[in-house]
């Protein structure tokens, strides 16, 4: 098992910026990829990036160029610069980790609440 944990949300202005982390423990090795995803009321929870291990990324049209998905393997940790932030933004934001064996962990969530 997997366990993530995420921190970095907030309330800021737009054209602000966060910086959201995601934690793992557990069974890191297993893990092939990491991702950010977001979600508000009535919709359905999107992907906003996604960095494998061998370091390829790809991210959500809505965010390209102002978002930046990285990670520390030394601290099997992933992080989202999130910049120039805008309030379509708002929402909650979840980390999912994906293993070898097709399975999928996510984290509790941290709101990002993008207003003036």
């Known amino acids: 098992q997997v366990q993530l944990v995420e921190s970095g949300g907030g309330l800021v202005q737009p054209g602000g910026s966060l910086r959201l982390s995601c934690a793992a423990s557990?069974?890191?090795?297993?893990?092939?990829?990491m991702g950010w995803f977001r979600q508000t009321a009535g919709k359905e929870r999107e992907l906003v990036a996604r960095i494998t291990n061998s370091g390829n990324t790809n991210y959500a049209d809505s965010v390209k160029g102002r978002f930046t998905i990285s990670r520390d393997n030394a601290k099997n940790t992933v992080y989202l610069q999130m910049n120039s932030l805008k309030p379509e933004d708002t929402a909650l934001y979840y980390c999912?980790?994906?293993?070898?064996?097709?399975?999928?962990?996510w984290g509790q969530g941290t709101q990002v609440t993008v207003s003036s």
């Open positions: 999912r980790a994906g293993l070898s064996n097709v399975r999928y962990y």
């Open positions: 557990g069974s890191v090795f297993s893990i092939i990829s």
